[in-house]
């Protein structure tokens, strides 16, 4: 596979409350990239976490979203007071270092009701 | 800024003709390219990517892009389609001159369907 896993597959909330996405790039300490996608649309850059550097944030769409990698591996994307705009497949992708190609999960399937 | 184009929202073909999938970008400098595909339900795959030297790159299951850098393009082709290529596919394109993070600007994709 792509060497990253995702979970949930799917998850539908209800207009208002949290969820937490998590993305485990299997292979570890790679650089990791979490996107949007919207229904058939393309994918939109949220965040990007390298090492111990600070992560670039400026794809975040707004102060609802945060995202955090621990020990430079597993990353959690949360999504406070979800709102319906925000119903998308997120998906993360690892790159390994000294490569330009990314690999990607297989997605989270947001539904906000 | 860096930006990339898929001008088709969808591409028809029969199973057997050849396959082409539009791509063109901006950058400011040398770009980096890429092609992704993705199936229903699933992430999205590697195919192939464009970094330097020849401009013709071959990648998996048997698809091929050619870089044109006077037409600032990245067409992807295959000889023969297959009903199994029948996807969504990205183009994604890197300025590695104003971008050392790696981020990847998509294109919107284009639809292929293969038809029997």
């Known amino acids: 596979g792509a060497g990253v896993s995702q979970s949930p597959s799917n998850k539908v909330t209800e207009k208002g409350k949290d969820v937490e996405l998590r993305c485990d790039p299997i292979?570890?300490?790679?650089?990791l990239y979490w996107y949007r996608q919207r229904l058939g649309q393309g994918l939109e850059f949220l965040i990007y976490?390298?090492?111990?550097?600070?992560?670039?944030k400026s794809g975040l769409p707004s102060d609802r979203f945060s995202a955090e990698r621990t020990g430079g591996s597993v990353s959690t994307l949360t999504i406070q007071r979800t709102q319906q705009e925000d119903s998308a497949v997120y998906l993360c992708a690892r790159r390994e270092r000294g490569e330009s190609e990314q690999y990607f999960g297989p997605g989270t399937r947001l539904t906000v009701t | 800024a860096q930006s990339v184009a898929q001008p088709e929202d969808q591409v028809n073909v029969a199973e057997g003709n050849p396959l082409t999938v539009k791509c063109t970008y901006s950058v400011s400098g040398n770009p980096y390219l890429f092609w992704y595909v993705q199936y229903p339900n699933r992430g999205l795959q590697f195919l192939l990517k464009y970094i330097t030297g020849d401009n013709l790159v071959k990648g998996s299951y048997g698809f091929e892009a050619e870089f044109n850098k006077s037409q600032t393009s990245f067409h992807l082709k295959k000889p023969s389609a297959l009903v199994s290529d029948s996807a969504l596919y990205f183009c994604a394109v890197r300025d590695p001159a104003t971008d050392s993070w790696g981020k990847l600007q998509f294109g919107a994709g284009t639809q292929v369907v293969v038809t029997p």
């Open positions: 976490f390298q090492g111990n550097s600070a992560p670039d």
């Open positions: 292979s570890g300490h790679t650089a």
